[in-house]
């Protein structure tokens, strides 16, 4: 298995946590991106009670045929 490119130097994210803005670091922070379990869990109470939303589908989904209709009817 090749390994990382010659030079290349590891390094962590550096992100701010979603909940409370506080940075967080990927390579210190065990709940990256959040910079604690009570904003992780903060947020997932969040998606829980439907106050995230997904405004439009990321991937158009091809129109269905009506029921009944298949390649083996045509």
Same mark, same amino acid.
């Given at each position: $298995?090749p390994?990382?490119? =010659?030079?290349?130097? /590891?390094?962590? $994210?550096?992100h /701010?946590?979603?909940?409370?803005?506080?940075?967080?670091? #990927?390579? @210190?922070?065990?709940? *990256? =991106? *959040?910079?604690? !379990? /009570?904003? %992780? &869990? &903060?947020?997932?109470?969040?998606?829980?009670? !439907?106050?995230? @939303? @997904?405004?439009? =589908?990321? @991937?158009?989904?091809?129109? #269905? !045929?009506?029921?009944?209709?298949n390649?083996?009817? %045509?």
């Amino acid at each position: $298995m090749p390994g990382p490119c =010659p030079g290349a130097t /590891r390094q962590g $994210m550096k992100h /701010r946590c979603p909940i409370c803005k506080k940075p967080t670091d #990927s390579e @210190v922070d065990a709940h *990256f =991106p *959040f910079c604690s !379990e /009570r904003c %992780k &869990l &903060l947020d997932l109470g969040n998606w829980a009670a !439907e106050r995230y @939303v @997904v405004s439009e =589908p990321a @991937v158009e989904e091809p129109a #269905s !045929e009506p029921p009944g209709q298949n390649e083996s009817d %045509k």
